[in-house]
């Protein structure tokens, strides 16, 4: 490594770094603009009790999804936390355009895995990939697609993305097995690891 490669790396991530400081700061605004609007609802005598309930609603998404976020924001090694096969299954997507159930992690596909972890950049990064958007309504070993972890989780915003996205917590009906061998087959058998 040369002097200047080094240099050229280091202005990247710092870069980045300032980039992802600059929208954290964005979303921070906005984040406050909208509990603000909250509290400021709370005073609105205009509105039903209906319409009242639905712009809370409304707002109280918006805020989960600017803190989820926010939260995919401040986090320094974004790729630390990702599991070796889920790099992998995304290598593969990337240089090959597949990501087979057979490749599957414990029975999960990348989107499984990002779906459980809150990781959105994930689910974006492999629906910007060839086939990657027909994905969305895919089922792991356990007939799950990635909405119903979201959903289950508690992850609103990640859920509206989805939903927005065409997923389906109901995937129409195929075995995920079905095009596995025996032992891949065995090896789906296995649990999801357990969600922190």
């Not at 309930?53 to 939260?71: H, I, S, T």
Request: proline share 5%; hydrophobic share 35%.
């Amino acid at each position: 490594r040369t002097f200047a490669h080094g240099l050229r790396e280091w202005e990247c991530k710092h870069d980045l770094d300032l980039e992802r400081r600059t929208s954290g700061s964005g979303v921070e605004a906005s984040l406050h603009a909208l509990r603000a609007l909250r509290e400021e609802a709370e005073t609105r005598q205009e509105l039903r009790p209906e319409e009242f309930q639905q712009v809370k609603e409304y707002l109280v998404l918006q805020v989960q999804r600017c803190q989820e976020e926010l939260d995919l924001l401040r986090r320094h090694c974004t790729l630390v936390e990702v599991p070796e096969p889920i790099v992998d299954s995304l290598i593969r997507l990337v240089s090959e355009g597949v990501c087979s159930s057979r490749d599957w992690a414990s029975g999960a596909s990348p989107l499984h895995w990002s779906a459980q972890k809150g990781r959105r950049d994930i689910i974006e990064f492999v629906r910007a990939q060839e086939g990657g958007a027909k994905m969305l309504n895919t089922q792991d070993h356990l007939g799950r697609t990635p909405l119903s972890y979201a959903e289950e989780l508690e992850r609103r915003g990640l859920a509206h993305y989805l939903r927005a996205e065409g997923s389906s917590a109901l995937a129409p009906f195929s075995s995920p097995l079905a095009s596995c061998s025996v032992s891949a087959a065995a090896l789906a058998l296995g649990a999801l690891p357990a969600s922190p």
